[in-house]
């Protein structure tokens, strides 16, 4: 009886351990858009802090606008202007002080260029 309830428990304890609760910021869509901002991100992830705290999202130095965390795996925000063809970190703080970034992860493009812009669009 002892090891059939040990080897229970143990399977509980693993099983316990295999649904991580942890949050993570895993990807942003689209990737890129023009260096006026004002563009539409949704940023992906897991375990968003829903009705939980505020967050604040920064793209490279800038912050982004209209932040809004839509449900546990999707964060809203409205891009902020940018330099012509460069690429910026995203990072994501949540009122309760945990950080993720994202390294080069949205990059800019010149808008007064159309056909560049179509281009890249859907690229990275």
Do not use: H, W
Request: a positive charge.
């Amino acid at each position: 009886m002892r090891s059939v309830l040990g080897s229970l428990g143990l399977a509980l304890l693993l099983s316990v351990g295999a649904c991580s609760n942890e949050t993570r910021v895993s990807e942003i869509e689209p990737q890129q858009g023009t260096f006026t901002g004002g563009e539409e991100i949704m940023i992906k992830g897991k375990n968003f802090p829903v009705a939980k705290g505020g967050v604040s999202v920064q793209f490279g130095r800038k912050a982004a606008t209209n932040v809004v965390i839509e449900n546990s795996s999707m964060i809203k925000v409205s891009s902020p202007q940018g330099d012509k063809n460069t690429e910026v970190d995203i990072t994501v703080q949540f009122d309760d002080g945990r950080t993720y970034q994202l390294k080069n992860a949205f990059r800019y493009l010149d808008a007064t260029d159309n056909t560049k812009v179509m281009k890249n669009f859907g690229k990275k």
